[in-house]
T-cell receptor, first 114, second 111 residues
Framework: NAGVTQTPKFRILKIGQSMTLQCTQD?????MYWYRQDPGMGLKLIYY???????DKGEVPNGYNVSRSTTEDFPLRLELAAPSQTSVYFC?????????????FGQGTRLTVV | EDKVVQSPLSLVVHEGDTVTLNCSYE??????LLWYKQEKKAPTFLFML??SGIEKKSGRLSSILDKKELFSILNITATQTGDSAVYLC???????????WGAGTKLIIKP
């Protein structure tokens, strides 16, 4: 009964370092999303994917990259970490587009860039 | 610009009280409004509303949508300390796959 699994849960990066946030879902959902949530703010969409091999930019894509080689996995890559990327990152998936159905969220990754 | 505004930003009440959380929106091609509860970690789904005037209910929680006045309310009756959380409202549109999220209402229930 895993649902959406994100790793790691916490990470501290130095400015300029790179890392990949992993996201896996076992519900055979086509749609997957990466959000960031800053303190006191709502969720901002970084990238989304409507199926394997298809990705697109969301509201705040700069500084990030994604890939979707399989239905299950949707990793988020930070190439040159900046302090502005300090945030909590959530991966989510839904069976259809996030238009009319609930999204299932991972437990989040708290990232600090120093 | 599409936006979702929640009020109040924070609320402190005593156990047993009833609370009403508000979510107003201005979006093009509205499709649905969703409520989520976020405790320490990931948001968990509460309700999805698409039609005006039809109340969704789950235990002590209920929600209703007014598409004419462009808002929704989330009611929690007989509050318990376990209801303490941030309640998020999001709106989806026909035109794209994005959800527009409000900033949330932080609800604290004191014993």
């Amino acid at each position: 009964n895993a649902g959406v699994t994100q790793t790691p849960k916490f990470r501290i990066l130095k400015i300029g370092q790179s890392m990949t946030l992993q996201c896996t879902q076992d519900m055979n959902h086509n749609y997957m999303y990466w959000y960031r949530q800053d303190p006191g703010m709502g969720l901002k969409l970084i990238y989304y994917s409507v199926g394997a091999g298809i990705t697109d930019k969301g509201e705040v894509p700069n500084g990030y990259n994604v890939s979707r080689s399989t239905t299950e996995d949707f990793p988020l890559r930070l190439e040159l970490a900046a302090p502005s990327q300090t945030s909590v990152y959530f991966c989510a998936s839904s069976i259809r587009a996030g238009l009319n159905t609930e999204a299932f969220f991972g437990q989040g990754t708290r990232l600090t860039v120093v | 610009e599409d936006k979702v505004v929640q009020s109040p930003l924070s609320l402190v009440v005593h156990e047993g009280d009833t609370v009403t959380l508000n979510c107003s929106y201005e979006v093009t091609n509205f499709r649905s409004l969703l409520w989520y509860k976020q405790e320490k970690k990931a948001p968990t789904f509460l309700f999805m509303l698409t039609s005006s005037g039809i109340e969704k209910k789950s235990g002590r929680l209920s929600s209703i949508l007014d598409k004419k006045e462009l808002f929704s309310i989330l009611n929690i009756t007989a509050t318990q300390t376990g209801d303490s959380a941030v309640y998020l409202c999001a709106v989806s549109m026909d035109s794209n796959y994005q959800l527009i999220w409000g900033a949330g209402t932080k609800l604290i229930i004191k014993p």
